[in-house]
């Protein structure tokens, strides 16, 4: 069973950053992908950003691009994700999740192991 714990978030103002991270309870020589998915009040879930454990290759939602930086480090099997020029519009939770798969997917659906989120609320 894979284990997703997220840590990190909390409250910053406008133009702050924030690193948030996923420890990972993975031991495995098969392929994997992290990413990061937000979710506001009263809104769906959305992709955030993803990495593969083996290539590290990356993917960014357009509204993230230039501003995060989603990174790894295999020998503690946790994924970060470095936010900075944080906006409002940037608060929510941020759950981590994990598919055994080597593509950088972003919907929901291709996701299997989900953190339990950890807050991030930017002020104005």
């Known amino acids: 069973q894979v284990q997703l714990v997220e840590s990190g978030g909390g409250l910053v103002q406008a133009g702050g950053s924030l690193r948030l991270s996923c420890a990972a309870s993975?031991?495995?020589?098969?392929?994997?992908?992290v990413a990061w998915f937000r979710q506001a009040s009263g809104k769906e879930r959305e992709f955030v950003a993803a990495?593969?454990?083996?290539?590290?290759?990356?993917n960014y939602a357009d509204s993230v691009k230039g501003r995060f930086t989603i990174s790894k480090d295999n020998a503690k099997n946790t994924a970060y994700l470095q936010m900075n020029s944080l906006k409002p519009e940037d608060t929510g939770v941020y759950y981590c999740?994990?598919?055994?798969?080597?593509?950088?997917?972003?919907?929901?659906?291709?996701?299997?192991?989900w953190g339990q989120g950890t807050q991030v609320t930017v002020s104005s």
């Open positions: 993975i031991r495995t020589s098969r392929s994997y992908t």
């Open positions: 990495i593969t454990y083996i290539g590290g290759r990356t």
């Open positions: 999740a994990a598919v055994f798969a080597s593509m950088t997917v972003t919907s929901t659906r291709d996701y299997n192991y």
